[in-house]
């Protein structure tokens, strides 16, 4: 009788929420493998310094509840620190699932976001961009985080990607899949885990992890 050949890799799957993320890591055949959820700043480190604290920096809401008087400079800086901060926190939350996992990863699907401006200080004043700096930053934080492992990073599109994942294993829908396997690990399976889960499943369609696939962009400059 042939011996089962165990998956080769892994893939992680990512919902990040603000600050903190939603990993779902499966192997190629789609079997779960972990499901977590990490912190990528410690307590205390503002959240969204760009769209609040910037915000608040150029003149953008400042007659809301809690809204606080801080020079550019200043929210320029502090971007910076929780920038830092997420940086540290992906770094120690992948390491951490790197090592529980029985099977080695090979990538990680983070979702995309449209392209910022390159500096700190443009992405607080232009408005459009402070909207959704503060995601990207830590979406760019676990891509840097996982490209340090020699995992290959995939953007998916959230639009489409249940679509991509139900490709994969050959279905018109996902959702009795993903169904199923929240039945089989228990609570907590909600909307993120079954997000995280799908993009897993579409980046594992890629015929060669590395290959040809979008790495992050550069980390932004201060000013």
Do not use: C
Request: charged share 20%.
């Amino acid at each position: 009788m042939a011996t089962r050949r165990a998956p080769r890799n892994a893939t992680v799957g990512v919902a990040e929420n603000g600050n903190s993320a939603v990993l779902v890591t499966l192997t190629a055949r789609g079997e779960l493998l972990d499901r977590r959820s990490i912190d990528l700043t410690e307590p205390g480190v503002p959240t969204h310094p760009h769209h609040h604290e910037g915000s608040w920096a150029v003149g953008r809401y400042r007659n809301t509840p809690g809204a606080q008087v801080i020079s550019l400079s200043d929210a320029i800086a502090l971007v910076e620190r929780v920038r830092v901060s997420a940086a540290n926190g992906a770094a120690v939350g992948l390491e951490a699932l790197a090592a529980t996992v029985s099977v080695p990863v090979a990538a990680i699907a983070i979702r995309a976001f449209p392209r910022l401006p390159p500096s700190i200080e443009e992405r607080i004043t232009d408005h459009r961009a402070q909207t959704f700096a503060d995601s990207a930053m830590y979406r760019e934080a676990l891509a840097t985080a996982a490209q340090a492992r020699g995992w290959a990073v995939d953007w998916y599109d959230r639009n489409r990607v249940f679509r991509d994942a139900a490709a994969v294993l050959g279905r018109e829908d996902i959702d009795a899949f993903l169904q199923a396997m929240g039945r089989a690990v228990g609570r907590p399976w909600q909307a993120p885990h079954k997000l995280a889960a799908a993009a897993a499943l579409a980046a594992s369609r890629a015929p060669k992890f590395g290959a040809g696939r979008i790495l992050t962009p550069p980390a932004p400059r201060r000013a």
